[in-house]
């Protein structure tokens, strides 16, 4: 019975007002000033890219979005083209492939700012649970089994200030439906004022296979 509750206000939450339209309005908003500001950054680090390493500047990879759907997501590239292409970071050596340019992209989290990009198309919203790959079946079924997938994936998200890669995949998946239970403006806000210090202390990021 409390988990019918659960699905029932899941549901309601991502059904408002808020979750349909205002968030919609707030992310294209954020996305179109951000792209204007960051085009000369854009410009640097894409420069940077091409003379530090052959390959294209930006990298796409099958992510999933909601409702067990796809899409092609947007990164700034931070490895060789030998890097095996879809492999989650955390189950390979990253290390290895992982370029000089992109390896400071990383620790910043500049690669991830190209998802500005999917956010204006649709396919993400700023905040949200970040987007997996389609073939991390066990993340994903841990998804589907807590809700998860009922709303769009996000730049950054409740996981994401909650211990990044330091958390395992069920914590994720609980966390993740943990914001579905609570999509609001006030969650939403409080989730990038803590990305930003998340960022700025570098905490939680670790690159590749631990231990």
Request: charged residues 20%; hydrophobic residues 40%.
């Amino acid at each position: 019975m409390e988990a019918n509750n659960s699905s029932v206000q899941r549901i309601s939450r991502v059904s408002s007002f808020y979750a349909h339209y205002t968030k919609r309005a707030i992310d294209i908003g954020i996305a179109t000033v951000a792209l204007l500001i960051l085009i000369i950054p854009f410009i640097i680090v894409a420069i940077a890219i091409k003379m530090d390493s052959k390959g294209p500047v930006i990298f796409k990879q099958q992510r999933a979005t909601k409702n067990q759907q796809s899409f092609d997501i947007y990164k700034f590239r931070s490895m060789s083209t030998e890097a095996p292409h879809n492999m989650a970071t955390a189950d390979l050596d990253a290390t290895s492939y992982i370029t000089r340019v992109g390896a400071f992209l990383r620790k910043t989290s500049i690669d991830e700012l190209p998802q500005l990009i999917n956010v204006l198309h649709g396919d993400m919203s700023i905040i949200g649970p970040r987007p997996v790959l389609t073939t991390e079946t066990h993340l994903l079924e841990l998804r589907h089994k807590f809700g998860c997938d009922y709303v769009l994936p996000g730049i950054t998200g409740l996981a994401q200030i909650s211990g990044r890669d330091e958390v395992d995949d069920l914590k994720k998946s609980q966390l993740d439906a943990q914001y579905a239970d609570h999509l609001t403006l006030g969650m939403d806000a409080w989730i990038v004022v803590k990305s930003v210090a998340y960022v700025l202390g570098q905490k939680g990021i670790h690159e590749g296979k631990q231990g």
